[in-house]
């Protein structure tokens, strides 16, 4: 029986959760990689999070979106699982936003960090 639980994301876009990860100054490899599991199990990833535990965290596709795909019994991270999607989230959507608009010819005029956590864009379009 499997250990590995598979939570569900809205992130579908490999570029931006490697944009995501990287703001977060966490360490990831490239899959497809093996994830480890409980007992030497695994499964595959395509992003991998090794931990000092010798478990690792990833990111899987499921047809749809990425999974994170973790053994929790073994989650060694320093924040919780639920604050470090939350973050990862955050941080994508971030990055998504960037990437959609800036196609559509939008450029950042001011970005704000609030004290809340919260990321306050004003994006800007010249038209000839």
């Not at 995501?20 to 966490?26: E, S």
Request: with cysteine; aromatic share 10%; proline share 2%.
């Amino acid at each position: 029986m499997s250990h590995f639980s598979q939570i569900k994301t809205q992130i579908r876009n490999l570029t931006s959760l490697k944009s995501a990860l990287n703001d977060l100054g966490v360490d990831w490899k490239e899959g497809p990689c093996p994830v480890r599991g409980y007992r030497g199990q695994t499964q595959t990833a395509e992003v991998a999070i090794e931990q000092d535990n010798g478990y690792d965290v990833g990111f899987s596709w499921n047809g749809s979106e990425y999974e994170l795909v973790a053994d929790l019994q073994f989650w060694n991270q320093e924040l919780t699982v639920d604050r470090f999607l939350s973050r990862v989230t955050q941080r994508y959507a971030y990055h998504t936003v960037l990437n959609e608009t800036s196609q559509k010819g939008f450029q950042v005029a001011e970005e704000q960090q609030n004290t809340d956590g919260s990321i306050r864009l004003v994006l800007q379009r010249w038209s000839a």
